[in-house]
């Protein structure tokens, strides 16, 4: 590239021509990741070619868990846990997953297909499965419901009735009142009562007024 200079600005054209020339050139990189990825890089040629060293094996294994971790999550998508196991054989709408949204019933082995629950399609279109089906709707009998609807309610509302009457006389008998009873004292407890008392006020009194203590009693 020509240095500006008078000469060259004063020539317009000449000028014009530099400017368009320069961008022949390639723009020089002021980061340093690509160099520093460049000097990182193991050249796996080379060390073939020494395949007999421990140490450049070692060198090659660790260049390849490298470039292969480098790339280990390229083009995945993570999603939450309930999803994934919601989403393993039928893609189903985020908006059951919102918060405060009752959410839909667990994928489990153990679930009832009669309940509401999530069945596989497999499952579905199973011509085994459909005919074992019809047959057990075919061999049950039919059962009136009605009747034992009401003798449900019905010793349903007797029991409430018994525990309602055990609970009424409970409180009965917590609030009765029982007739006071006379009770007659006994003299001889009350006089022995005295004599104990008597000795013990002798006890505590000391020694040298035992004498005047009896005598004022």
């Known amino acids: 590239v020509l240095k500006d200079s008078e000469e060259t600005l004063n020539d317009e054209s000449l000028f014009i021509s530099d400017c368009i020339a320069a961008l022949n050139f390639e723009l020089e990189r002021t980061d340093k990741i690509a160099e520093d990825e460049g000097d990182n890089v193991v050249d796996l040629e080379l060390l073939e070619q020494d395949g007999d060293s421990r140490h450049i094996l070692k060198m090659k294994k660790q260049a390849q868990k490298i470039a292969h971790l480098k790339t280990l999550f390229k083009g995945l998508k993570f999603f939450i846990n309930r999803e ?83 609970e009424d006389n409970a409180e009965k008998k917590n609030m009765s009142v029982e007739s006071g009873k006379i009770c007659k004292e006994d003299k001889r407890l009350l006089r022995k009562n005295k004599v104990d008392e008597h000795r013990l006020q002798v006890r505590m009194v000391k020694p040298r007024h035992r004498n005047l203590f009896r005598k004022l009693i």
């Open 84 to 166: 994934v196991f919601d989403c393993v054989r039928q893609v189903l709408p985020t908006s059951k997953y919102f918060i405060g949204v009752v959410l839909p019933p667990h994928l489990s082995p153990f679930v009832e297909p009669n309940r509401d629950a999530y069945i596989p399609p497999e499952e579905i279109l199973d011509p085994a499965n459909i005919e074992v089906h019809e047959q057990s709707d075919e061999e049950s009998p039919e059962i009136d419901v009605e009747p034992l609807n009401s003798e449900l309610s019905q010793n349903l509302m007797d029991f409430q009735l018994e525990k309602a009457y055990q």
